[in-house]
T-cell receptor, first 111, second 114 residues
């Protein structure tokens, strides 16, 4: 069966520090991969999606970037974090019929 | 423009009573519709989907949803609510312009009181 791993679960970083969040998927090949941000426990904002290795589409211009160095690995990065980058970050992979399956999320606090 | 609306920010239901969480959509073509649930500090979990066929779709944890094409709605229902159903619920529709993206509702907080 397919599983998705996302880490760390929580992260506290100072303003101006770099960021690297990692997401890996097991049990499927060539999945569509997504990074979302959720502010204040509410709506989801799609940040990036990827349909293959090295193929990244950005939905919202911002302080973040994404990379997909391997088929089942998706990384969210920043060179210098801002206070406004705080939030709950969710990775997901796309399955049949458009269903997306989510990781457990990373709570990022930028102080 | 394609959109999904969840008109209720919060729904309060007594345990044992039926519950409904509302969702309406606006997309071109035939919609692919989804419901997800999110417990505090967790990722979203897929509950159910409608693609085609029977308008009443059954999903996980005893939930079901009714697709109504004329009203462009896809309301989530459960005959008897449990306290453990308390969570944040999201409705989503597949973006017809993309095979990869979902258009998400803003979420509805469901509170089940004992």
């Amino acid at each position: 069966s397919q599983t998705i791993h996302q880490w760390p679960a929580t992260l506290v970083q100072p303003v101006g520090s770099p960021l690297s969040l990692e997401c890996t998927v097991e049990g499927t090949s060539n999945p569509n991969l997504y990074w979302y941000r959720q502010a204040a426990g509410r709506g989801l904002q799609l940040l990036f999606y990827s349909v293959g290795i090295g193929q990244i589409s950005s939905e919202v211009p911002q302080n973040l970037s994404a990379s997909r160095p391997q088929d089942r690995q998706f990384i969210l990065s920043s060179k210098k974090l801002l206070l406004s980058d705080s939030g709950f970050y969710l990775c997901a992979w796309g399955g049949q019929g458009g269903i997306q399956y989510f990781g457990a999320g990373t709570r990022l606090s930028v102080l | 423009a394609q959109s999904v609306a969840q008109p209720e920010d919060q729904v309060n239901v007594a345990e044992g009573n039926p519950l409904t969480v509302k969702c309406t959509y606006s997309v071109s073509g035939n919609p692919y519709l989804f419901w997800y649930v999110q417990y505090p500090n967790r990722g979203l979990q897929f509950l159910l989907k409608y693609i085609t066929g029977d308008n009443l779709v059954k999903g996980s944890y005893g939930f079901e949803a009714e697709f109504n094409k004329s009203q462009t709605s896809f309301h989530l229902k459960k005959p008897s609510a449990l306290v453990s159903d308390s969570a944040l619920y999201f409705c989503a529709v597949r973006d017809p312009g993309s095979n990869y993206q979902l258009i998400w509702g803003a979420g509805t907080k469901l509170i089940i009181k004992p």
